[in-house]
C-alpha cells in the first residue's frame, strides 16, 4: 500500500505522499480512505512530510481525498508542508482552503482541543 497510515486515538493520519504520486497505485489512496471512512474515523492529519510536488496532479489528489472526508462530516488539514508546497497553494489561491500545522503533532492536538 503506498499510502502509510497510522492511527492516533480517533485521529487518522496519512502519510508518505511523496513516494504515493510516482507510485501507478496512488489511485488506491481513495479506496484507503473510504475504509476508514467506513471504520468512523472523521478527523484526517495528511502529513506531507518529504513532499516537494507542486503540480496539479498533487493538488488534485489533496482537494479529492480533502473532498471525499468533508462529504462524510470529517476534516482533514495538512500538516509539514514544504516552502515550495505553502507557496504553491498561496499562488493557487488555496491557503485558506485547510487549516495548516507545522507539525502531525500540532495537527493532533487541534483536533483534541476540538474534542474537549
Not at 89 to 102: C, I, K, R, S
Request: aromatic letters at 10%.
Amino acid at each position: 500500500m503506498p499510502l502509510h497510515i497510522r492511527i492516533e486515538g480517533d485521529v487518522a493520519i496519512l502519510s508518505n505522499f511523496a513516494r504515493l504520486m510516482n507510485d501507478p497505485r496512488y489511485v488506491d489512496a481513495r479506496m484507503d480512505l473510504r475504509d476508514l471512512l467506513e471504520q468512523g474515523y472523521r478527523k484526517f492529519v495528511l502529513d506531507l512530510s518529504g513532499a516537494r510536488e507542486t503540480g496539479a496532479s498533487f493538488l488534485g489528489l489533496l482537494m479529492t481525498l480533502t473532498r471525499q472526508v468533508e462529504h462524510d462530516r470529517g476534516e482533514a488539514v495538512l500538516a509539514n508542508l514544504s516552502r515550495e508546497m505553502q507557496h504553491y497553494l498561496g499562488e493557487m489561491q488555496m491557503a485558506d482552503y485547510w487549516d495548516v500545522f507545522a507539525s502531525v503533532q500540532e495537527a493532533t492536538a487541534f483536533f483534541r482541543r476540538g474534542s474537549a
